[in-house]
């Protein structure tokens, strides 16, 4: 990676471009359901959303290739869209928004404890 | 049957390598394959996810092979780090279900 699109975030979008086209691509439903990929994912973002990249394309690979196949969205990834993004997102990754908070009230609280004297 | 999804979770995994290790094969196939097993629940993004998973822990090779319409599709093999996880897998099976068994004929 260049260190000018480190800087500007320039390759990012570039490659939501391209995501964005092969989106349009896709039958209604799908569209649809990468909507609601993006959106469950993006509390899996780190500052960049760097991390999601690799996931995304991922997805909507899968997206595109069941597509093909001729099957809906629905057949595809049921009714948990959340669950699925969870498992995409799990793992060393997945680290996001929600774990940095979670550990900033833990270090909080244990601070205050401290100042209590427990 | 319905609502098998919270105690197939830890299974699933296993169920895919023991497909995966039959032959090479794709997400849908797979799918289909638990489907026709009576896991009518399973859906394509399940086995993806986990698909991802097994990739990730270098357990299968993959393959991208064109298909007649759409993106290539990913093939999944098992390597040699996955045979073992498979066979480790049905040593767990097999603990845990006879384990579960003897609590059912009372513990005996």
Sequence with gaps: MKFWDTITGSDLTREWKAFEVRVGALPADHRAAWEQITGHLSSYSDFTGRNLMPILDGALGLLEETAADAQSAREVLGDDIEGFCAALAGGERGRGYRDRWRQQLNRNVARKLKQLGG | ?108
């Design chain 2, 1 to 108: 049957m319905d609502g098998l999804t919270e105690m197939l979770k830890g299974t699933l995994e296993g169920c895919v390598l023991e497909i995966v290790g039959g032959e090479e094969t794709y997400g849908y196939a797979i799918t289909r394959r638990l489907n026709e097993l009576g896991f009518a629940e399973v859906v394509e993004g399940t086995v993806y996810a986990i698909l991802l998973r097994l990739e990730k822990n270098g357990l299968v090779q993959v393959t991208k092979r064109p298909s007649e319409q759409g993106p290539p599709r990913k093939f999944y093999a098992l390597n040699d780090a996955g045979r073992e996880e498979l066979a480790r897998f049905w040593a767990k099976w097999e603990y845990v279900t006879s384990r579960i068994d003897k609590l059912k004929e009372g513990g005996k």
